[in-house]
């Protein structure tokens, strides 16, 4: 992304949030209740099992996108994304808009830029 693309983002209502550090080269997205207190059988039995099972999945189509089952079976405990070149810090954007039924302006998108052409 080029500077000018960002300033595009921007200008068109993304809101700059901050920064996702990574050094797994995968990045998380999914509720942090289902993973925190107890690994869900689908995760495997430690972070190697986990990159093990991870590295399976995103070899696979869509490439570089894994989702997990939750323990009963189905599909919703999560999606790890492959960041494309490893370690870092990833600029994460967020888009706000009206959510309806009375719930007033939330967050509608989120997007996180792993490559820039500075």
Partial sequence: ?????????????????????????????GDPSY?????????????????????????AFPEGVAQWKHDIGHDGLGVSVATGVGDGVYTVLVKYG???????????EVRVIFFTDD
Avoid: C, N
Wanted: proline share 2%.
């Fill in 1 to 29: 992304m080029t500077q000018a693309e960002y300033k595009a983002l921007l200008e068109a209502g993304w809101v700059d949030v901050g920064i996702a550090g990574v050094d797994s080269a995968s990045l998380w997205i």
């Fill in 35 to 59: 993973i925190i207190h107890k690994a869900p059988k689908d995760v495997g039995k430690d972070l190697r099992d986990f990159f093990e099972r991870e590295h399976q999945r995103q070899s």
């Fill in 98 to 108: 009206e959510a309806g039924r009375g719930f007033g302006v939330r967050i509608q």
